[in-house]
Nanobody, 122 residues
Framework: QLQLVESGGGLVQPGGSLRLSCAAS????????IGWFRQAPGKEREGVSC????????YYADSVKGRFTISRDNAKNTVYLQMNSLKPEDTAVYYC???????????????WGQGTQVTVSS
């Protein structure tokens, strides 16, 4: 069974950092682009960052550029999202997804994790 599991969310003060993990089971992440998405209450889901399967090309939404870094460790079958300088507007449920690069950039995927809550508040 193909499964993605996010972890690493929590409550952090503004300016703080968190590292989210997306671990895969039942399949190998090597051949998939991985995307991170988030959804805040009352808002539509938005793409945050993606990393390709081939050359580790990356994409970042303008709202997180310079603050978030996506990376992958194929040996651990895990993708990470390092989030620094967190702001209250980063508060959301964060999801990872696996699919083709082009589909992820459009917000589509057949494989989604269950999400992890990130709350940025003082």
């Amino acid at each position: 069974q193909l499964q993605l599991v996010e972890s690493g969310g929590g409550l952090v003060q503004p300016g703080g950092s968190l590292r989210l993990s997306c671990a895969a089971s039942g399949f190998t992440l090597d051949y998939y682009a991985i995307g991170w998405f988030r959804q805040a209450p009352g808002k539509e889901r938005e793409g945050v960052s993606c990393i390709s399967s081939s050359d580790n090309s990356t994409y970042y939404a303008d709202s997180v550029k310079g603050r978030f870094t996506i990376s992958r460790d194929n040996a651990k079958n895990t993708v990470y999202l390092q989030m620094n300088s967190l702001k209250p507007e980063d508060t959301a449920v964060y999801y990872c997804a696996a699919d083709q690069w082009e589909l992820l950039l459009l917000g589509y995927s057949d494989y989604w994790g269950q999400g992890t809550q990130v709350t940025v508040s003082s």
